[in-house]
C-alpha cells in the first residue's frame, strides 16, 4: 500500500505537503502570465488558487490514483518558490508496484537557480522510497527548462505525444 511522503528535505530545499493556507504565497509566486506560455490558463488569484488547493489536498476522487502535492520552500529565502506534485497509480496487478507522473513549476523570479531540478530529484527520491517504481512526465517540445529537469530525475523523451506533449519516461 502507498503511502504519500510528508515533509521532504533536499540541501537547499523543504518540500512541504500542500495546505490551502499556502494560497496567498503561492499566488504571489505564480503571479506571471509567462509561467502559462506552455500550459495556458492564467494565474489565479489567492482566492481561486484556495480553492483549487482544498481540492487536491482533499485528494483524488478515483480510488486508484493517490495525489501527492508538495510546496517548495527555499531555506535559506524562508520563502516559497513553487511545487511539485505527483498523481501516483498501483499497476493494479496487487503488487504494490507503482507509477508516478510527475509535475514541477517555480516561479518566475526563482528560475535558473537549479531549484525545479533540486526539489523534482527529492520529490522523485522520496517517492522511489515509498514503493514507486516508474516516473512520467509530459513536456511541451519547446520547454528547454522543463525538459532539462525531466533528463536530471532520470527520465527520457518517447515518441509519444498527448495534447502537444511528449511523453517523458524513467527506463
Known amino acids: 500500500m502507498f503511502t504519500v511522503p510528508g515533509t521532504v528535505r533536499t540541501p537547499r530545499l523543504t518540500l512541504l505537503p500542500l495546505e490551502a493556507a499556502h494560497a496567498e504565497e503561492m499566488a504571489e509566486v505564480l503571479d506571471d502570465p509567462a509561467l502559462h506560455a506552455f500550459t495556458g490558463g492564467r494565474p489565479l488569484r489567492p482566492d481561486e488558487l484556495r480553492s483549487r488547493y482544498e481540492r487536491l489536498v482533499a485528494g483524488s476522487p478515483d480510488p486508484g490514483q493517490i495525489w501527492a502535492n508538495w510546496v517548495v520552500r527555499l531555506d535559506a529565502a524562508d520563502r516559497l518558490t513553487g511545487t511539485v506534485q ?6 493494479g496487478n496487487g503488487d504494490g508496484r507503482c507509477t508516478a507522473e510527475i509535475a514541477w513549476v517555480v516561479g518566475t523570479g ?3 537557480r537549479g531549484i525545479a531540478t533540486e526539489a523534482a530529484r527529492g520529490m522523485v527520491a522520496a517517492l522511489t522510497a515509498a514503493g514507486v ?4 512526465a509530459h513536456v511541451h517540445p519547446g520547454h528547454r527548462a522543463s525538459a532539462a529537469v525531466a533528463a536530471a ?3 527520457a523523451p518517447t515518441g509519444h ?5 511528449v511523453r517523458w519516461e524513467s527506463g
Not at 505527483?86 to 499497476?91: D, N, P, Q
Open 133 to 136: 517504481e516508474r516516473f512520467v
Open 110 to 112: 526563482w528560475q535558473r
Open 153 to 155: 530525475v532520470g527520465l
Open 161 to 165: 505525444v498527448q495534447d502537444g506533449e
Open 86 to 91: 505527483a498523481t501516483v497509480t498501483t499497476h
